[in-house]
DNA sequence: TTTAGGG
DNA sequence: CCCTAAA
């Protein structure tokens, strides 16, 4: 019996999250019978089978490390999925939801002792330009408290283009 | 679908 | 990495 389908052909939604072909989620379709009120549907339960595999580890390169730096000291830190178009190919395996915990990742590593660091050593000169954006990100939140200026309107700690201003 | 954070 | 509430 097969339990988990591998969908390749299938017309279902592809989201960012589908692990390496591997399809998950599908999207149930309600009878919309009773359309109109608040209806709470039984949905299958996902009963011991179909539970989507974890995807593989996979370490960022240096390279790999080299390049979400860049890209995030260009578009900020709350766009990930620009930041995921701009410095990998879009085929990489990497999600823009990876790159986001990357860089939750590298502010850490940032600021432990270099002794207590695992895997392939990122240069400090990366590390350093990663606690750069984080304090720059402290300092326009600090300075937002104290009413020093006020870009509460805009998405937090986002830059702007200094020419087509497109953020 | 993307953002944003906790799990 | 995963899960997912919110937007």
Redesign the pocket.
Known sequence: MTISRNITESDH?????D?SGLV?RELLTVPDSNAGELEVVPMRKPKGAE??????????SVSEVEALVKAVEKLG??????VKLHAFDDPK??????L???W??LVHTARISPQQRRGEPVPHELLDLVMADEQEKDLVEMLQENHLIDISKY??YVKFCPQCGCP
């Open positions: 939604e592809m989201s960012v999250d692990r998950s539970v989507a595999q974890r995807r593989i580890r996979r370490p960022f830190t709350g766009r990930w999925r620009d395996p990497q999600t823009y939801v990876d986001k915990d990357k939750k990742t998405a937090n």
